[in-house]
């Protein structure tokens, strides 16, 4: 299939403000990288620009190692689904499929069996003649999807295709995607804003802010390395220890806390811990008492305030431990949950 390189792409809409800044990513061969961020970040910028639409202030588009800047959209080998999928209203289902294959002057005995092949993949075989109006919000994306592998691009280019879908069928389509992209081994750019999203679908992803990429890497690097407080904070990070580190320990406010090893000089740190790795009961190390604050009840667990020695931390213990409000308890914070940032 093709290497996708963005090398130090750059868009300005208005002299001196960059939509999307001196962005670095290599999609490799086969890989579904999600592009991943708040909106406004220059997600959908970016998309535009790898598909043609948009042209970079500086920068270059390499597919395979070759600039494709001179190329105008159709000439690139690289096709885009949208958040709305921009079905042809006058078209029924097949025809809708078959149309980029027509424009690349593909025999009709061909255009039969790869329309039929590709509806079969999305699992809407035997829908060649439907119309668009016929078919559910569910229906038209997997259509428009397709009608993106239906010509066998060199990539793929999904814009938070599946955003416009309630929780239920977006759950579905993710899989879906994730299993066609793995079936044809086309190389993938996924925009989202959905965290959950990137991480249920991702080989890897790529986090923007501000125009800017903050760091790239697998979906667990993410809770567990994160670059930073403000790439921390959007993956659900919520409990940040200021500290002081020395050796194997820090000090901090709710007391000395044993670390795990940090390529972080000794002296302030900022510390962090997801709730769900705040354990319930002592185990070791870095036990302290608490007093729970609040809680509320989610379902399979429980999201409470708990407070230690004055600072407050959030904890996701098991529905089934009942706390209340004023309640007595140990929270352990294992030593491997924990992740050392620069002091802001």
């Known amino acids: ?27 490799n061969d086969g890989e579904l990288m999600v592009l991943l961020g708040p909106s406004g970040c220059g997600k959908t910028t970016t998309l535009r620009m790898v598909a043609g639409l948009v042209q970079p202030t500086s920068g270059d588009v390499l597919f395979d190692g070759q600039s494709v800047l001179g190329l105008p959209p159709e000439k690139r ?25 027509k424009m690349r002057g593909v025999s009709r005995p061909d255009i039969r069996r790869r329309v039929a092949q590709a509806l079969t993949a999305v699992q809407l075989a035997g829908s060649e003649e439907r119309w668009p109006e016929q078919l559910s919000g569910g229906q ?13 691009p060199r990539l793929l280019l999904l814009d938070e295709p599946l955003s416009n ?35 249920t679908i991702a080989d890897r992803i790529a986090v923007m802010m501000n125009g800017s990429l903050r760091q790239v890497g697998r979906p667990s690097d993410f ?6 407080v403000d790439v921390a904070r959007f993956f659900g990070a919520e409990n940040f220890l200021p500290g002081v580190k ?27 811990v997801r709730p769900e790795a705040v354990e319930l009961g002592a185990n070791g190390h870095n036990n302290f008492p608490a007093q729970v604050q609040s ?40 030593r491997e949950r924990l992740y050392l940032l620069p002091a802001e």
């Open 1 to 27: 299939m093709t290497e996708l390189i963005l090398r130090k792409l750059t868009r300005e809409y208005t002299p001196g403000v960059a939509a999307v800044r001196d962005l670095n990513i290599t999609v």
């Open 77 to 101: 080998g690289a096709v885009m689904v949208f958040q709305e999928h921009a079905l042809f209203p006058f078209m029924n289902v097949g025809d809708n499929v078959a149309y980029g294959l």
């Open 140 to 152: 038209k994306q997997r259509v428009a999807l397709a009608r993106a592998l239906v010509v066998r």
């Open 165 to 199: 879908l309630d929780r239920g069928l977006r759950e579905e389509l993710r899989q879906m995607v994730r299993n066609l992209q793995r079936e044809s081994g086309i190389s993938t750019l996924f925009v989202t804003h959905d965290q959950a999203e990137a991480v």
């Open 223 to 228: 809770y567990e390395k994160p670059a930073g």
């Open 246 to 272: 020395q050796g194997a320990q820090a000090k901090t406010a709710i007391g000395v806390l044993e670390i795990p090893d940090s390529p972080l000089a000794d002296g302030p740190v900022l510390l962090t």
């Open 295 to 334: 809680c509320s009840y989610r379902g399979p667990a429980t999201r409470c305030h708990v407070n230690v020695n004055g600072t407050t931390l959030q904890m996701t213990p098991p529905a089934y431990h009942d706390l209340r409000e004023d309640e007595e308890i140990v929270v352990h914070l294992p």
